[in-house]
T-cell receptor
Framework: GAVVSQHPSRVICKSGTSVKIECRSLDFQATTMFWYRQFPKQSLMLMATSNEGSKATYEQGVEKDKFLINHASLTLSTLTVTSAHPEDSSFYIC????????????FGAGSRLTVL | AQSVTQLDSQVPVFEEAPVELRCNYSSSVSVYLFWYVQYPNQGLQLLLKYLSGSTLVKGINGFEAEFNKSQTSIHLRKPSVHISDTAEYFCAVTAHGSGNTGKLIFGQGTTLQVKP
């Protein structure tokens, strides 16, 4: 079945540094990917919609300069957390639709970011 | 806008007992409904989806759900749970429309704790 791969699964960084998380569709092309954020013991919140070849669409309240999203190819979207702070520590999960007209998301395994 | 309410934050149950996880939603437009399961430090796995048609939806791992339009609910059920079913369960909704499918609104999650 369709697989979405995220890397790294865990990352620890110092405050003020930037961290990049990759999301790849392994056996299908994803023109659109979605980035979600999940705080401990809480639900998932949509951060942004990543569109291949164009700018991402951010949800209200999400700082686009803080969370840079790049979707340079049909199989790769990246989320860069810039100048990370401890409050950015979270579980970040990407997802993708299998194709145009698809109505089910496939989720990656998530990336746990810890900012010291 | 849509919203989802999962009525129980935690559901403890003994192994081989039946279980029901409750989910209510609100929306002014037609929606698709989903149930996902999340194991610790992992992404989300689709259990089942309701798009249209029969109100009884069969999912994976022996789960099923009953969609009730008048009560705006889609409760998840399993007749006999296993220890391996211990996980977090999320109900999610998205509005019909080609631009909305990836924009899932999640409930707060229900922790299913299966005891031996």
């Amino acid at each position: 079945g369709a697989v979405v791969s995220q890397h790294p699964s865990r990352v620890i960084c110092k405050s003020g540094t930037s961290v990049k998380i990759e999301c790849r569709s392994l056996d299908f092309q994803a023109t659109t990917m979605f980035w979600y954020r999940q705080f401990p013991k809480q639900s998932l919140m949509l951060m942004a919609t990543s569109n291949e070849g164009s700018k991402a669409t951010y949800e209200q309240g999400v700082e686009k300069d803080k969370f840079l999203i790049n979707h340079a190819s049909l199989t790769l979207s990246t989320l860069t957390v810039t100048s990370a702070h401890p409050e950015d520590s979270s579980f970040y999960i990407c997802s993708a639709l299998l194709g145009a007209g698809a109505n089910v998301l496939t989720f990656g395994a998530g990336s746990r970011l810890t900012v010291l | 806008a849509q919203s989802v309410t999962q009525l129980d934050s935690q559901v403890p149950v003994f192994e081989e007992a039946p279980v029901e996880l409750r989910c209510n939603y609100s929306s002014s437009v037609s929606v698709y409904l989903f149930w996902y399961v999340q194991y610790p430090n992992q992404g989300l796995q689709l259990l089942l989806k309701y798009l249209s048609g029969s109100t009884l939806v069969k999912g994976i791992n022996g789960f099923e759900a009953e969609f009730n339009k008048s009560q705006t609910s889609i409760h998840l059920r399993k007749p006999s749970v296993h220890i391996s079913d211990t996980a977090e369960y999320f109900c999610a909704v998205t509005a019909h429309g080609s631009g909305n499918t990836g924009k899932l609104i999640f409930g707060q999650g229900t922790t299913l704790q299966v005891k031996p």
